[in-house]
Every structure is written in C-alpha cells, then in structure tokens.
C-alpha cells in the first residue's frame, strides 16, 4: 500500500515494511552498531519514501538517490551494487529491467549511469523520474501511477529476506566510511572492523557490553548528526586516553550525547527524543543486560542534569 505525503513544497509516496530489523546473532560490535542504529533509523525492512525531496530513499539508515543540496547522486545506488553483487534476487532483476527501459545500468562504482554514454545520471533528472514531476508527485494521475511504480519496486526488492543480512553488511561497512581516523584512534589498538563483544582477554579484539552499548550509541548518533557525535567521542576520548572502553568512559559518553542540545537528542520528559528511542531500542533487543537500564545503570531513564559523579576521571 501507498501512501501520499508532502513535504514543505515536495510530495512524493511513502511505503512502510512490515517486518521489524533482525536482532543480530553475533558478536562482532559493528553488527550491534548497524542494528540500534537502523531501529532508529529505519525499524521495518523495506520502508521506502521519496516525498522529501531525495528522489528514493531506503535501507537502514534510508539511503538517499540524489543529495538535495548539491543535486549529486546519494548512496541509495551504492547499496544496489553492493545487493547485486552479495544478494541477488528476482526483485533485483525487476528493478534492473525498471533501469535498462530509461537507459540506465549501476556501474561498479556504485554510481547510476547511462548506457550510452557512459556518464551518471544527473540528479535533477533522477528524480524527475522517479518523482515526477521534479519531486512534487500528485496525489493522483500518471504521475502518481509512475511515483507508486518506482517506490513499490525499491520497496519489494528492500523488503525481501534474502537481502536483510546483504543490507545490514552494507550498513555496518557505511559506519566505517564516516568520521573514519578519529574513530580509528579511539579505537585502537583494535580494529573497529573485528572488534567483538566478550570479556576482554590479553592479545583478543574483545570489548565489555558497556562499551559496546556506548559506542553503539554513538554510532546510532552519528548516523543523524555525524559532527556533534563526534564532539563527544572526542571529549570522552581526551578525558580517558588510557581507559577508553572502561565503564566510566562508557557512562560518560552516553551521558554526553543524552544531554546534547543539538535536534531531538535531549533526555527530557516527553519520551519523544532521541536519547529515550536509543535506549528503548537498545533495551528491547536483548544485546545488552537489563540492569544498563535501570535507576543505577549506565543508560538510565532520566538523566542527571550535572556530569554523574561516577564519571570523574
């Protein structure tokens, strides 16, 4: 099903999944990373919208078609090469068609081009086809025949199982690509790439759950807002060089980005920010004991105004 949606002067289709994001079964961190993130971004696979002026969005953390301020092609394309290449399905193929009747092919540098000339599509004339016109799709006609077309396509190729683990792969390798050298040192000597959740032992790439939930929470903020993450990544990082995944670090990150006035990120009463969506979702999913969320855990309901004391270096 559906839906027609507007945006300030947009207006394009929204379609939602209906099957929750799969709980990871392993232990590798970026895993747990990709996960809280997308149940904040993205919950239900397959949901897809292309009302807010990007064309197409959608994945876990809705992947866009073309970057309104600059009018360049967006990851959305990325995320295709890389399910052709790791999950290749008959809803792919659809899609493919869908392309190859406009000219078009995604190249292996995960860029959307056209055949003939061998040039990327411009972004102006992206979603011109996939929002006619111009990303303000009425709410009925051929137009909105055409916009329903192009969204329920991404939708059925997006929503379909055997591209859920290809898509969560595809997100945690995007966390990676972020602010990629300082996120690097904080966690060196190890290697965000294998880091797994365990008890830390001598000469093992093991952090403890505190850390992993902390740092979790940091990507699952940086995914909206990349540089205030980072703000307090890097405060925790000069305030315990030596002892950055210990409990107090972890506390203190999460405490750093529970408090930050930028957007919605603010604990407050209301439940509706993002602090309270991260925590009810870390909560949920089972990766992290309960007692991390109670009155004297490291991500509790409300949070104290002040530093917590139990943070002081």
Not at 34 to 41: D, H
Not at 163 to 176: C, E, G, P, S
Not at 261 to 277: C, F, L, V
């Amino acid at each position: 099903m559906t839906t027609w949606l507007k945006y300030k002067e947009w207006s394009g289709i929204l379609v939602k999944g209906t099957v929750l994001a799969p709980v990871p079964t392993t232990d590798l961190h970026l895993d747990h990373a990709a996960y809280l993130a997308t149940s904040l971004e993205s919950s239900h696979m397959g949901t897809v919208q292309s009302y807010d002026r990007c064309g197409m969005s959608g994945g876990p953390f809705h992947f866009t078609a073309i970057q309104p301020s600059t009018m360049t092609q967006g990851s959305l394309f990325e995320l295709l090469h890389y399910l052709e290449v790791t999950a290749p399905c008959p809803e792919l193929t659809s899609l493919w068609a869908m392309f190859k009747g406009k000219n078009w092919f995604v190249a292996k540098d995960g860029t959307l081009r056209d055949f003939t000339s061998g040039k990327q599509v411009d972004g102006a004339l992206i979603r011109d086809t996939f929002t006619p016109p111009g990303g303000k799709v009425p709410q009925s006609g051929p137009q909105r025949i055409e916009g329903d077309r192009w969204t329920l396509a991404f939708n059925a190729l997006l929503a379909a199982p055997a591209t859920f683990k290809a898509q969560q792969d595809f997100a945690a390798k995007y966390l990676m690509g972020g602010q990629k050298a300082i996120e690097a040192s904080y966690y060196a000597p190890l290697d965000i790439t294998t880091v797994r959740v365990g008890t830390p032992k001598p000469s093992e790439a093991l952090i403890a759950k505190h850390a992993d939930l902390a740092l979790c929470c940091y990507h699952a903020h940086s995914v909206n807002a990349p540089a205030p993450a980072l703000k307090c990544l890097k405060t925790v990082q000069a305030e315990y060089p030596n002892d950055r995944f210990g409990q107090k670090a972890a506390t203190y990150l999460i405490w750093l980005l529970g408090t930050s006035t930028y957007g919605n990120w603010k604990d407050d009463k209301d439940g509706g920010n993002r602090y309270d969506n991260t925590r009810l979702s870390a909560m949920k999913c089972g990766l992290w004991p309960q007692e991390f969320f109670g009155s004297t855990g490291i991500m509790p309901v409300d949070l104290p105004l002040a530093r917590p004391q139990n943070t002081l270096v």
